[in-house]
């Protein structure tokens, strides 16, 4: 399996810190309730693990099973998991895609943050069905979506700067429609020193699949979701 994390892996941790700043109380608003629940939490496309420690923070006793395909993701994943003796007995980290994981029987929530675009529309479907039976009375499966919603071309944005002692890391992004669904993801990161030049720069491509809230939640409710939309595209559905 291509690791499409291979080279942005290295920066994807500090430069989701902000954006997990903003997502942490509508993720940890989703998973309310589930702290009660002895049934493992499942992160899908755990990453290094920034979605496992909220978690971790609302159910203080819950198994986490952190699914990640990226050995360079697993690796920051299982960084943070070291600095935690908690998190090193609570989680298992679980090599592969959210596809082919064997679910356990039963399930206390799902996390699907910022990874849902990774899966074809097949894909994603046949994880809603295999989860739907799954996930016990109220148990919350939370998904959230990045744009675009529809397969429009963006320009070059910049979508994050982070200051790592004397050098500056700056991630930005385009999108080229690559189809009806997807859209293909033009990603650049820059290392830039204290007087703003490029000490390093490397580009990533990577398809994207896309949907809108309103079709998430349609999609949802046809595998026997209620889902509903919260801030920053968090949805919460739980089973019918
Ligand atoms: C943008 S990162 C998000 C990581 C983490 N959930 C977060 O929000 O910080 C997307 C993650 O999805 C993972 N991924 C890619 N394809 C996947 C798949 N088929 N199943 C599960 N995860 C996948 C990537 O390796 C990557 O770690």
Redesign the pocket.
Same mark, same amino acid.
């Given at each position: 399996m291509v690791?499409?994390?291979q080279d942005s892996?290295e920066f994807?941790?500090v430069m $989701?810190l902000g /954006?997990?700043m903003a997502?942490r109380e509508p993720v940890r608003q989703a998973l309310a309730g589930v702290a009660s629940s002895s049934d493992p939490i499942v992160?899908? #496309? /755990? #990453? $290094?693990g920034?979605?496992v420690a909220v978690a971790a923070e609302v159910a203080p006793h819950v198994e986490i099973l952190a699914? %990640?395909? $990226?050995p360079v993701?697993r690796a920051a994943l299982h960084a943070r998991l070291g600095m935690a003796a908690d998190l090193m007995r609570r989680v298992t980290v679980v090599a #592969?895609? /959210? %596809?082919r994981f064997g679910l356990p029987d039963r399930i206390g929530a799902v996390?699907a943050?910022?990874?849902i675009g990774?899966?074809a529309p097949a %894909?994603r479907r046949g994880l809603w069905r295999r989860l739907v039976g799954r996930l016990g009375d109220g148990a919350p499966l939370v998904v959230n979506l990045q744009p675009p919603a529809e397969p429009v071309a963006i320009a070059e944005t910049v979508f994050g700067t982070v200051q790592v002692g004397r050098l500056r890391y700056e991630g930005s992004g385009s999108v080229e429609p690559a189809g009806a669904d997807v859209v293909m993801w033009h990603m650049r990161y820059r290392v830039l020193d204290e007087g703003g030049d490029p000490v390093r720069e490397f580009t990533a491509d990577y398809p994207w699949h896309v949907l809108s809230v309103p079709q998430l939640v349609a999609e949802l409710s046809a595998a026997g979701f209620l889902a509903q939309a919260g801030p920053l595209d968090v949805v919460r559905a739980v089973r019918a």
């Open positions: 690791d499409l994390y892996g994807l941790d $989701s /954006a997990w997502l992160d899908l #496309g /755990a #990453g $290094s920034l979605g699914v %990640e395909p $990226s993701q #592969g895609g /959210a %596809e996390l943050i910022n990874m990774h899966l %894909e």
